[in-house]
Nanobody
Framework: QVQMMESGGGLVQAGGSLRLSCAAS????????MGWFRQAPGKEREFVAA????????YYADSVKGRFTISRDNARNTVYLQMNNLKPEDTAVYYC????????????????WGQGTQVTVSS
């Protein structure tokens, strides 16, 4: 089993930045593809960004391209989401996820999920 713990959420004004972190613990000796998803009130959970085990492949939703950057530090078992130029429509609970494969995917076929961290962007 792998446990995921997100941190770094909060309240920020439009145009501001936040960096989310997700630390994995437990059976971290395997190679995991990682992803970030978000769920706004009254909406379904949606894909935000994903990164392969090596970090060489990254994927982004069109809505965040050019503003968000996903990265990882395998030595720390941590994945990051740098969010710049935040907009009110980015307000959501952000979840990180891991899948037991070196590749990452943009759908929700992940094996482990965190509890989420709230990001609120005021206008």
């Amino acid at each position: 089993q792998v446990q995921m713990m997100e941190s770094g959420g909060g309240l920020v004004q439009a145009g501001g930045s936040l960096r989310l972190s997700c630390a994995a613990s437990g059976r971290t000796s395997k190679s995991y593809g990682m992803g970030w998803f978000r769920q706004a009130p009254g909406k379904e959970r949606e894909f935000v960004a994903a990164i392969s085990w090596s970090g060489r492949s990254t994927y982004y939703a069109d809505s965040v391209k050019g503003r968000f950057t996903i990265s990882r530090d395998n030595a720390r078992n941590t994945v990051y989401l740098q969010m710049n130029n935040l907009k009110p429509e980015d307000t959501a609970v952000y979840y990180c996820a891991a899948r037991e494969a070196k590749v990452a995917v943009t759908n929700q076929h992940y094996d482990y999920w965190g509890q989420g961290t709230q990001v609120t962007v005021s206008s």
